[in-house]
């Protein structure tokens, strides 16, 4: 079963902050890039969307997706997949994520 693949407005946000930063460190095509792969990495969440490690500890049905090594993708499958953030691997999860 496919899965629509959703951004909540707070993964919006975080995106193009990403984006800013990298265009700032090391330009725009890098950032567009980076971005790229990002987006690539969560359309896969349409058709595996359990591969992720489930993390009831932050959010009941919240799972993370490691990218790249620096990068968590939180998200929710219900309906559809729902990405709830995209940030820093070394960012405490939980406040983020209202807990």
């Excluded at 959703?6 to 975080?14: F, G, H, I, M, T």
């Excluded at 929710?76 to 990405?83: D, G, I, L, P």
């Amino acid at each position: 079963m496919t899965h629509a693949v959703l951004l909540s407005p707070l993964a919006v946000q975080d995106l193009i902050a990403l984006h800013q930063w990298i265009t700032g460190e090391a330009g725009r095509a890098i950032a567009d890039g980076y971005l790229d792969r990002i987006e690539r990495k969560m359309a896969g969440l349409a058709q595996f969307p359990l591969r992720g490690t489930p993390r009831d500890d932050l959010a009941p049905g919240v799972r993370t997706l490691v990218f790249e090594r620096k990068v968590l993708i939180a998200y929710r499958v219900e309906a559809a997949v729902t990405v709830l953030r995209v940030i820093s691997g070394q960012r405490e999860l939980a406040p983020l994520l209202g807990q």
